[in-house]
Every structure is written in C-alpha cells, then in structure tokens.
C-alpha cells in the first residue's frame, strides 16, 4: 500500500532492556545493521502492525514486551534513487513510520529470529541508546535521529541512572538541508 505521495506505512520498533541498551540487528544476507520495523497492512491501526511485526522478526508476544511511547505521528524519509522501483505499480519514493518505544520484559531467550519461513534478522545484540544513529545505513539517519530524539524521555525514565537524554547527539545539517553523518571519533 503506498499513499498518495507515494510513501509506504510502516512501523519502526526500538526494543530496550531496563539499562538503557536497545535491541539492534543485521538483515539476513546483508551487512546492515536496523531496528526491526515493517509495513503495515491496510486492516491494520498501527500498534497492531507493530505487535505482529514484533512477533515476525523477533519472536517476541506482547506479554513479553511493555509499551513505553511512540511518536505522535508519521516520520517520513525518502529512499536514494538506486532503490527506487519503477514500473511495478505506483512508485513508493519512501517510507512513513511510526516508531514503538519497547521495553523487554520477557528474557533474551524469549528472543526467535526464526519465528518465521522468511526470517528478516540473523543476528542481534544490546547497544547503547544513540549507537544506531551513526550506524544505520545512511539514508534512514535522519528518521532514526527525530525517532530517537521523540522517544529519548521516555527510554531516559526506564534507565533512570543512564544519561540518555545528556548524550543525544545533533545531526548535522548538509547544505541541501538533508543529513550528513555524523564524523567518527
């Protein structure tokens, strides 16, 4: 399903532990590394999609996760030009999400990759609450940067000793008013 300006909706799911890490995986067969996330289907309100596409890529139920936040509305990035498919029905020129903010209350064995036929993850692991944002393929740093910034509060009140909200990093503008990565240290 694309909208009318050709963007595709979609969830996004950032899955914390109570010390502030989130839950971070590699797409099968490639090198990227992404919070779980996936398209909704048009029967569907968003949390709906965000709990079946939970139970997809991590094998994860809601009894073992608590909603903590999401963002009040759509985020939007456009895909690079390489990705874009033309011809096969409308063009989708990009995705718009709402983003879940998880906390883990079940255990990490709880955690299936495997949960499907078709599995979206091969590996996964704990990182620290901004680590995606400089390691997200490049064109999703700007959504990933307004997703993270929204939900900062609450994942900050779940960590309590951790200094998420201290720690938040700017993206720096580029002169086309898009994002550049952020420099490495």
Request: aromatic share 10%; proline share 8%.
């Amino acid at each position: 399903m694309i909208d009318p300006d050709g963007f595709r909706p979609n969830v996004a799911i950032v899955l914390m532990h109570d010390d502030g890490r989130v839950f971070w995986a590699r797409r099968v067969r490639r090198d990227g590394w992404q919070f779980p996330q996936g398209g909704m289907n048009t029967d569907e309100t968003p949390e709906e999609a965000m709990y079946r596409e939970l139970a997809e890529e991590t094998g994860l139920l809601p009894h073992h996760v608590e909603l903590l936040g999401s963002t009040p509305g759509w985020l939007r990035y456009r895909l690079p030009r390489r990705c874009l498919r033309h011809g096969k029905g409308p063009l989708c020129i990009g995705q718009k999400q709402v983003w879940f903010l998880l906390r883990l209350l079940g255990n990490e064995a709880d955690v299936k990759l495997d949960a499907t036929d078709s599995p979206e993850f091969d590996s996964w692991r704990w990182v620290d609450f901004w680590y995606p944002l400089q390691n997200v393929v490049n064109f999703k740093r700007g959504v990933y940067h307004r997703a993270l910034l929204h939900l900062a509060p609450a994942a900050q009140q779940l960590a309590g000793g951790s200094d998420i909200l201290e720690a938040a990093p700017e993206l720096p503008q580029r002169r086309d008013g898009g994002h550049r990565r952020p420099r490495r240290r």
